[in-house]
C-alpha cells in the first residue's frame, strides 16, 4: 500500500514539475518505499544517540553506520567509553517519537586489563630468562676454540632450574648435551663435558 501511494506520489510531483531531488526527498522521508532512509532521519537518529551517549556518561568514540531496523527504527553501533573502559553501545532511534534508547555492554575490564599486563610482564620476564639461558649457556658450551654450537633446542624450565638441549662439533665430532642453568645462581653448566 505505502509503495502503491509513493508511485502516485511520484507521477503527480513529475507532471506538476516537481520531479529528480525533490521527489526523492519525499519518497524517502517516509512518502515511499520503506527502504531507503533520509538522510536528515540519519543525521537526527546519529545526534539523538550521541547525545543519549553523553547523558549517561559516556564519551563517543566512534558511531557506525546508520540501518533501518524496521518499524520506523533506526540502529547504531557505537563505540564508547566511560572512566577509562571501553563499551560497545546498540542505539535504537524510533522515527516516530524521535527518542533514542541505548543498550552497553563493557568491552573490557580494568581488572582484565590489570591482569593482562601481568602476563604480558610475565612473558616478557620468561623471553629475558631464555635468552638468559641461551646466553649463558652458549657460554659454558664455548670454554676454547677446539668447541663450536651447531644447534640450540627449546628452553624447558622446571622449577628453579632450566635445561637447554644442544649439539656441538668438538674436534669434528658430533656430540649431544643439555646445559643446566640455575636461576638462582645465574650459573650455567653442561654435565660430562671436557
Not at 533506526?74 to 541505548?102: F, K, S
Not at 640450540?152 to 632450566?162: A, C, K, L, P
Amino acid at each position: 500500500m505505502r509503495q502503491q501511494i509513493g508511485a502516485a506520489l511520484l507521477a503527480v510531483l513529475a507532471l506538476s514539475g516537481l520531479a529528480g531531488e525533490a521527489a526523492a526527498q519525499v519518497l524517502w522521508a517516509g512518502g515511499g518505499g520503506g527502504e531507503r532512509i533520509a538522510g536528515r532521519d540519519r543525521e537526527r537518529a546519529r545526534e539523538a544517540c550521541r547525545q543519549e551517549a553523553r547523558r549517561r556518561d559516556f564519551s563517543v568514540r566512534e558511531t557506525g553506520a546508520v540501518r533501518d531496523a524496521g518499524q520506523d527504527r533506526l540502529r547504531i553501533r557505537m563505540e564508547l567509553e566511560r572512566r577509562g573502559d571501553r563499551w560497545i553501545g546498540q542505539c535504537t532511534y524510533d522515527l516516530r517519537d524521535r527518542r533514542a534508547e541505548l543498550d552497553v555492554r563493557r568491552l573490557d575490564r580494568s581488572a582484565d586489563r590489570k591482569q593482562a599486563r601481568e602476563q604480558s610482564r610475565e612473558r616478557g620476564r620468561a623471553a629475558d630468562s631464555r635468552a638468559n639461558v641461551r646466553d649463558a649457556c652458549a657460554r659454558a658450551a664455548v670454554p676454547d676454540s677446539r668447541y663450536q654450537i651447531l644447534t640450540m633446542g627449546r628452553v624447558r624450565r622446571e622449577g628453579s632450574v632450566s635445561f637447554l638441549p644442544m649439539t656441538l662439533l668438538v674436534e669434528s665430532s658430533q656430540i649431544d648435551v643439555r646445559c643446566v642453568f640455575d636461576h638462582r645462581t645465574g650459573i650455567a653448566t653442561i654435565p660430562n663435558l671436557r
